[in-house]
């Protein structure tokens, strides 16, 4: 079975540019998380989404940070315009976990590695 | 707020030497919690997990008890490999019932020299 698919896998790009992040979640998951990475900040969640739904944004650094469900299966990550501090590795997970149910597991794409010159 | 505090790392050893990661937890309420490894260039990966107080979580000869007594939850293996060489993030679930969120810890570089 495929798991979480991400792309880019790598992005380079100049400050000021839009940049869209994408990932397919596992078929039958619910629940879609978008994670960034940094040395200095460790892994924060930006929003998750629960039936197409965003649940929690409050991650989200600004406005200039957006992020869809379109469908069940798909969601995008949209910075724009972007700068240097944007510069990371994003990852999406999905969970087959409910509105009620804690304790799943998440599973994680390969991750997006932006960097933002 | 809920919270993770992981060791600061790397953590370096021999092969076949004990490890132990250190993690420990602030939440309200009873969440579960969970230890995630990410390989050079990959995503996370479950590796164990415990939903409630003296549970103990195990597989690939890690283990990690949930001691809700001092709040931690560390990580220990018996005999490293160098293919055990990862990064280890401890997390714990939000407790307030809605969906899987997961809050990390900072993360703990492990490397192993043969």
């Known amino acids: 079975d495929a798991g979480v698919i991400q792309s880019p896998r790598h992005e380079v790009t100049e400050m000021g540019q839009e940049v869209t992040l994408r990932c397919k979640l596992i078929s039958g998951h619910n629940s879609l998380f978008w994670y960034r990475q940094t040395m200095m900040r460790g892994l924060e969640l930006l929003i998750y989404?629960?039936?197409?739904?965003?649940?929690?944004d409050s991650g989200m650094p600004e406005d200039r940070f957006s992020a869809k469900m379109p469908n069940a299966s798909f969601s995008t990550l949209k910075i724009q315009p972007s700068e240097p501090r944007d510069s990371a590795v994003y990852f999406c997970?999905?969970?087959?976990?409910?509105?009620?149910?804690?304790?799943?597991?998440?599973?994680f794409g390969e991750g997006s590695r932006l960097t933002v010159l | 707020g809920n919270s993770v505090t992981q060791m600061e790392g790397p953590v370096t050893l021999s092969e076949e030497a004990f490890l132990t990661i250190n993690c420990t937890y602030t939440a309200t309420g009873y969440p579960s919690l969970f230890w995630y490894v990410q390989y050079p260039g990959e995503g996370l990966q479950l590796l164990l997990k415990?939903?409630?107080?003296?549970d103990k979580g195990s597989n690939k000869g890690f283990e990690a008890t949930y001691r809700k007594e001092t709040t931690s939850f560390h990580l220990e293996k018996g005999s490293v490999q160098v293919s055990d060489s990862a990064v280890y993030f401890c997390?714990?679930?939000?407790?307030?019932?809605?969906?899987?969120?997961?809050?990390f810890g900072q993360g703990t570089t492990l490397q192993v020299k043969p």
């Open positions: 997970a999905s969970s087959p976990s409910g509105t009620r149910i804690i304790g799943g597991e998440l599973f």
């Open positions: 997390a714990l679930s939000d407790s307030s019932g809605n969906t899987g969120k997961l809050i």
């Open positions: 989404f629960n039936n197409n739904v965003p649940i929690d």
């Open positions: 415990a939903t409630k107080a003296d």
